[in-house]
């Protein structure tokens, strides 16, 4: 019940902010930036995208906070509950035509609030699941939440994809795109009705039932745990944005290339989501047998090595290309890296600290990649004169650094995570022994 309260749950936090990214690609630049170029409109597009970004390390403190003093369950309600409201507001939105300069003010703020409330999110959803799990089999339960993930991307996707094919492209751009956003407020509905019903890990309860709750989370996972923030801040470097590159910029750059109404973008991450739900948890359970750090290190490698691929196939305009190249580089690749993420990452940092630790660095490493990625790389496609070279750079650095981390992360799957020793040893560099062999690195 709980892996499912948490997949339910982060499936629509996740819809909901896909959502914005996939409107950012394709429509919020004509409605919402209309007096600029078309290039310089979707780098604004993307920079209203990107600011949500920076709100989720503030939610991921608050949350962690909350979800370290008070539990996990009432952060996860309240996340959902913010996370909806912005949604649904972003759908009746008046558009630049109607209220000129503050239609993207409105549209900012409400993007400001969604980051805000997904910051709280993951962390929460992943220590739900992993906490609950048997110690055998935490990387499988973990992925619940990630292929919330998936499913959420795939229904914002296919939401759009829905949209544009029932609507001709100027009742899309009228009122269509609104449909997906107002969808929202029924899906927050049916997740509360969920999360409510679900109970604190046991390990946290007894924490708190004696009183052994850290007064201040934030500050003791800083003082103690600083490293484990550091490696897994590096290790979502690589990850987010890859993710990002393919789901959001993907879809932009190939309907630059294919002309804007072409929907072979959106099939494309379509129908990579759809393969999510499966590759996703098969990582995650290959992580419990083989451990987090050689498939994760697989994945960082990879992905870096088929970024220039990925756009050769894009460019070559043939949708099965497309297609397969986007499911090449989301589930044979990033997934390696997502899959085993959410007990990675938890199983880092001891239980008083743990949805603060597991939440900062994973969102930390949101900013620095995700949110601007899309912006950063729209930016270097418009200075390299459309070539993505320059892009193809810059995400093969992010994947250098985060494979360094994982290399310095230490083997997980084996700890007792019911050992609270807040102390630096539990992320001491590895030891000969722990470094992958090249059989399974």
């Known amino acids: 019940m709980v892996a499912l ?3 339910v749950g982060t499936t629509i936090e996740w819809y909901d902010f896909f959502l914005y990214g996939t409107a950012a690609a ?4 004509p409605l919402f930036f209309p007096e600029v170029s078309p290039t310089i409109g979707l780098i604004a597009a993307f920079g209203t995208y990107a ?3 920076l709100a989720r390390p503030l939610g991921g403190v608050v949350a962690g906070h909350i979800g370290d003093r008070v539990g996990r369950k009432a952060m996860l309600v309240a996340s959902l509950l913010i996370m909806g409201a912005s949604t649904t507001l972003i759908g009746v939105l008046p558009t630049h035509a109607s209220i000129g300069i503050w239609a993207p003010i409105l549209l900012l703020v409400l993007r400001l609030v969604q980051g805000f409330g997904v910051g709280g999110e993951w962390g929460g959803a992943a220590l739900m699941s992993v906490e609950s799990a048997p110690s055998n089999r935490r990387g499988f339960y973990g992925s619940f939440t990630q292929i919330g993930v998936s499913a959420g991307m795939l229904l914002a996707v296919g939401a759009f994809s829905i949209a544009r094919t029932v609507f001709d492209e100027e009742a899309f751009l009228a009122w269509g795109w609104r ?9 927050v509905f049916i997740g509360l009705l969920i999360r409510i019903g679900l109970s604190e890990p046991e390990r946290f309860a007894e924490m708190k039932q004696n009183d052994t709750i850290a007064d201040r989370p934030v500050v003791e ?5 600083r490293r484990a923030v550091y490696l897994t801040t590096g290790m979502r470097l690589s990850q987010n944005a890859i993710y990002y590159l393919y789901t959001v ?4 750059y190939i309907a630059r290339s294919l002309g804007s109404a072409t929907s072979v973008g959106l099939n494309s991450v379509l ?4 393969i999510g739900l499966v590759s996703v948890p098969i990582w995650a359970a290959l992580s419990d047998k083989f451990g987090r750090r050689p498939l994760y290190l697989f994945g960082a490698i990879t992905s870096a090595l088929f970024i220039g691929p ?12 497309i297609t397969l190249a986007m499911v090449i580089g989301l589930n044979f690749f990033h997934d390696a890296m997502y899959g085993p993420q959410a007990a990675f990452f938890s199983e880092m940092f001891s239980t008083g600290v743990r949805y603060s630790g597991a939440s900062v660095g994973y969102q930390i490493g949101s900013v620095f990649a995700g949110g601007f990625s899309p912006l950063i790389a729209t930016s270097l496609l418009a200075v390299g004169n459309g070539s993505p070279w320059l892009v193809v750079g810059y995400f093969t650095l992010l994947s250098v650094i985060t494979a360094v981390c994982a290399y310095l992360a230490p083997e997980t799957n084996k700890k007792d995570i019911d050992d609270d020793t807040p102390n630096q040893a539990r992320v001491a560099a590895p030891s000969s022994h722990d470094t992958p062999s090249p059989s399974n690195a």
Request: proline fraction near 5%; hydrophobic fraction near 60%; glycine fraction near 12%.
């Open 5 to 7: 309260g948490s997949f």
């Open 26 to 29: 394709l429509v919020f630049s």
């Open 51 to 53: 600011v949500g970004f």
């Open 179 to 187: 449909i997906p956003f107002l969808i929202s407020g029924l899906l």
């Open 221 to 225: 996972l800083f003082r103690n745990e």
């Open 249 to 252: 910029f993907g879809i932009a």
């Open 271 to 274: 129908v990579a989501s759809a």
């Open 310 to 321: 990925f756009f050769l196939l894009a460019d070559t305009g043939n949708p099965v290309l």
